[in-house]
């Protein structure tokens, strides 16, 4: 496996690795850590960082930095309109960081669309459905008109993210929202699912890989179940690109988002990818200057996708940072990266061997992530993040933006340890250690 | 003393081991010219909840205070320490106390520096450590807003 020295700002789009069949080796892991400078600070009264919470907003590697600082000192300008030289710098280096994008996840360069972060793009389908509703759109953008009787699907496992716009967008248009159960296993309760979607249904949306229990979604299954009644699937993937190879061509979703900032990108950016016959259907929802064909003061004709989804002056500077972010995960391969994962969440899943500690998700590592949620009988979250931040080690307290997840297994809160390709399995055990003294020092008998 | 321990004084994990107040008492309203409030207050970013129900005399002086919660040890363990401390006080008393452990949990770490003001907070200073973590100040502001809400719903401070 090739080492990361060699990316570079302005470097080519690189293909998805070759499959391989290695994990991280210790030297490249070291050469990967060397590449984050925030790993390097210590906290707490000068104790190593152990960062497990990259399930929430992953580090980013210096040449990330880099390109965003050098595309503000040497090619800052607007992009898709002037006629200057920077102009035209400033635009190629947006367009080949949407492709080294593309190619990241297995999709065509015009299917995706830049957003301000996976909660913006979820809401432009969303409000897409909700403005072909009221007419919008025309006939071309006929399948995406929902009426009273209508059903959106989502599952019990959704970060708000893909449950509140899909609330929303029932309540304006008469739909009536299901969702698929989560089993006690943390893993989706497939069971029902006949039942659940049907003729009625027009939306399947759903997390690839969930942000609490890590468990991965049986996508193909999903898929097949919505194509059987011709309903348009989203798929909220934002813990999967991260942290596996993921080909949304492959798995044949219609729609997908994702987040730079979970990804080693910058914050303020992430991407909705659609099928281009779907995109091209779609109406728009945000509305302004740069999204438009011919504007007069009666009505307007809109671009072409993606720009039509891209209405104002656009985060340029990190869409290039995000570009570049999957260029360093293309480089150092997926499948190596998740093969080096899967080491951390078996090691992570030995807390469940510690009294008192309870994980919530699946306890076996075939498909699920180094994402591991848990409770300490006896303490409460938040007192079990403080306890493990006084040995530096971050850790996620809280509900992760799933109440209704939390609410199923009967709590109100868990600890969460999440890993990224940095993590290593020193830093797990280190924090297994600190979390077996936890009960102790509250006294928990 | 390490800042966790600090944070962790024994005072606030006996409070959380064995809470004062807790279980919602009835009042029946209108008693003898009593006044009852209730607030229920949640902090949406860890789900710490508390109902609190608090019940007022005609001379305006808290005749008791009973809660409902769930969350963390400071949370829990800041209703707790409340709950002694404002059960029979003049509602200026109340108001003046609530100032107090405000300003206290602005402190970073430093407390009152003003003795009165401590021996007024009593076991309530032991929350001290607690507001050098601002993540956590929230936490043991949560019953102290359920009090002034339950307070300001109840119509005594109005009369009073
Ligand atoms: C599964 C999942 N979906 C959606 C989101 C929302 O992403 P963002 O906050 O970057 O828009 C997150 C991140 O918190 C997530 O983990």
Redesign the interface.
């Known amino acids: 496996m090739t080492t990361t020295a060699t990316v570079r700002p302005g470097d080519p789009a690189l293909e998805v690795e070759p499959a391989g069949t290695g994990t991280l080796s210790t030297t490249e892991l070291t050469a990967v850590r060397a590449d984050f400078p925030l790993l390097e600070r210590t906290v707490?009264?000068g104790q190593p960082l152990v960062y497990l919470d990259s399930a929430a907003t992953s580090q980013k590697p210096q040449v990330v930095l880099d390109t965003e600082v050098d595309f503000y000192e040497q090619r800052n300008a607007a992009v898709h309109r002037g006629a200057h030289q920077l102009a035209e710098e400033a635009t190629e280096a947006y367009e080949q960081a949407r492709a080294a994008v593309a190619a990241f996840v297995g999709a065509d360069e015009g299917e995706i669309v830049w957003q301000p972060g996976a909660t913006a793009a979820i809401n432009v389908v969303a409000y897409a459905f909700s403005n072909a509703s009221l007419g919008r759109g025309g006939e071309a953008a006929a399948r995406f008109r929902l009426a009273p009787g209508d059903e959106i699907v989502v599952t019990e496992a959704e970060h708000h993210a893909n449950l509140v716009p899909w609330q929303e967008l029932c309540a304006r248009t008469g739909a009536v929202l299901r969702w698929i159960p989560v089993a006690d296993d943390g893993r989706l309760d497939l069971a029902d699912l006949d039942a659940i979607v049907t003729d009625r249904t027009k939306v399947l949306a759903f997390a690839h890989v969930s942000n609490v229990t890590g468990a991965v979604a049986p996508v193909a299954t999903l898929v097949a179940a919505a194509r059987r009644v011709g309903a348009l699937t989203v798929l909220d993937a934002c813990q999967s690109v991260p942290n596996m190879p993921v080909d949304f061509h492959e798995l044949g979703v219609d729609f997908a988002a994702f987040s730079g900032h979970k990804m080693l990108g910058p914050t303020g950016v992430g991407a909705l990818y659609g099928r281009r016959e779907l995109l091209e259907a779609m109406p728009p929802t945000v509305t302004g200057g740069s999204m438009v064909e011919v504007v007069t003061m009666e009505s307007t004709t809109y671009a072409p996708p993606p720009q039509r989804f891209e209405a104002g002056t656009q985060m340029v500077a990190q869409a290039v940072g995000m570009g570049c972010a999957a260029q360093y995960l293309g480089e150092l391969g997926m499948a190596g990266v998740a093969r080096h994962e899967a080491e951390l969440a078996a090691e992570m899943l030995k807390i469940a061997e510690i009294p008192g500690v309870r994980v919530i998700g699946p306890l076996d590592t075939a498909n699920r992530l180094a994402v591991v949620s848990f409770v300490v009988d006896g303490?409460?979250?938040?007192?079990v993040g403080?306890?493990l931040d006084?040995k530096g080690i971050a850790v996620r307290?809280?509900?992760h933006c799933a109440?209704p997840l939390?609410r199923r297994f009967g709590i109100?809160?868990t600890a969460r340890a999440s890993a990224s390709v940095y993590t290593t399995v020193e830093e797990v055990v280190a924090f297994r250690e600190a979390l077996a003294g936890v009960r102790a020092?509250?006294?928990a008998e | 003393m390490?800042?966790?321990e600090q944070?962790?004084q024994q005072v606030i994990?006996d409070h959380a081991?064995h809470p004062v107040g807790r279980g919602l008492v009835d009042v029946p309203s209108a008693d003898h010219g009593h006044l009852t409030g209730e607030s229920h207050q949640v902090n949406p970013?860890?789900?710490?909840?508390v109902t609190l129900r608090v019940d007022v005399t005609p001379e305006g002086a808290v005749a008791g205070v009973s809660w409902e919660g769930?969350?963390?040890?400071?949370s829990q363990a800041s209703v707790s320490v409340m709950t002694s401390l404002v059960e029979g006080a003049p509602l200026a008393e109340v108001a003046r106390l609530d100032g107090l452990f405000h300003d206290l949990m602005s402190s970073r770490g430093k407390g009152l520096d003003d003795d009165d003001a401590e021996d007024a907070l009593g076991d309530a200073t032991a929350f001290t450590g607690v507001s050098q973590?601002p993540a956590?100040i929230k936490?043991a502001l949560l019953g102290w807003a359920a009090l002034k809400d339950s307070l300001a719903r109840s119509g005594a401070l109005a009369t009073n």
């Not at chain 1, 303490?379 to 007192?383: E, I, L, Q, S, T």
């Not at chain 2, 769930?70 to 400071?74: F, K, P, T, W």
């Open positions: 707490r009264g303490v409460h979250a938040h007192d403080q306890v006084d307290v809280g509900h109440q939390h109100a809160a020092f509250f006294g | 390490s800042t966790l944070m962790y994990l081991k970013t860890c789900g710490d909840e769930q969350g963390c040890s400071i973590y956590r936490c």
